[in-house]
């Protein structure tokens, strides 16, 4: 079974420049989640996803970053515009559903914002 | 709110030494608890996890006992290998359905 797919693996931008982030999570895997993990510390969780509902976007800077998940399976993870504040590696998570509590990380998005 | 407090590192350890890594947490309820590893290139792996208390996770010779009257979950492996090296996350999963992690605590094993 595929894992989480995440592309692309580096991006290395300009501050202001816009940036888009990819996320395919495991088939059948209704729950999807962003997070954004900084340098030497854990991830911390940016926006989570309920099919296509967005159920928790509390910790999503709403005023430069979106996020969307359309058809309910690959989501994307935009930046706009980019800060140099925002380099860090964006992760995508997913899980079955709201009572399965484990979830399968992709092996992230290293950003560098110049 | 939820929080996770680990160990910093790193450690370093000779091959076959035994490591622990101690994670502790603050949560309403009682939240399932996790240890994701990150090894070097690569995305956080679940490692093992426990959802209620005295439960303990194993894999790959860890282990982790959910303690409730202590809040934590140490990490413990009696001999580590040079692939063991990595970093180590505890994590827990509480109310609303949402991962909190620690800093991280990484880990350098020696031949």
């Known amino acids: 079974e595929a894992g989480v797919v995440q592309s692309p693996r580096y991006k290395i931008i300009e501050k202001k420049q816009p940036v888009a982030f990819w996320c395919n999570p495991i088939?059948?895997?209704?729950?999807l989640y962003w997070y954004r993990q900084n340098l030497g510390q854990g991830p911390e969780l940016l926006i989570r996803?309920?099919?296509?509902?967005?159920?928790?976007d509390s910790q999503l800077p709403k005023d430069r970053f979106s996020a969307e998940r359309l058809k309910g399976v690959d989501s994307t993870l935009k930046i706009q515009p980019a800060e140099l504040g925002d380099s860090a590696v964006y992760l995508c998570?997913?899980?079955?559903?709201?009572?399965?509590?484990?979830?399968?990380f992709g092996p992230g998005t290293r950003l560098l914002v110049l | 709110g939820n929080s996770v407090t680990q160990m910093e590192g790193p450690v370093t350890l000779s091959e076959e030494a035994f490591l622990t890594i101690n994670c502790t947490y603050t949560?309403?309820?009682?939240?399932?608890l996790f240890w994701y590893v990150q090894y070097p290139g690569e995305g956080l792996q679940l490692l093992l996890k426990?959802?209620?208390?005295?439960d303990k996770g194993s894999n790959k010779g860890f282990e982790a006992t959910y303690r409730k009257e202590t809040t934590s979950f140490h990490l413990e492996k009696g001999s580590v290998q040079v692939s063991d090296s990595a970093v180590y996350f505890c994590?827990?999963?509480?109310?609303?359905?949402?991962?909190?992690f620690g800093g991280g605590t990484r880990v350098l094993v020696k031949p």
């Open positions: 998570a997913s899980s079955p559903g709201t009572t399965e509590k484990t979830q399968y």
């Open positions: 088939s059948g895997h209704n729950t």
């Open positions: 996803y309920e099919n296509e509902e967005a159920v928790d």
């Open positions: 949560a309403t309820g009682y939240p399932s």
């Open positions: 426990a959802t209620k208390a005295d």
């Open positions: 994590a827990i999963k509480a109310a609303g359905n949402k991962l909190t």
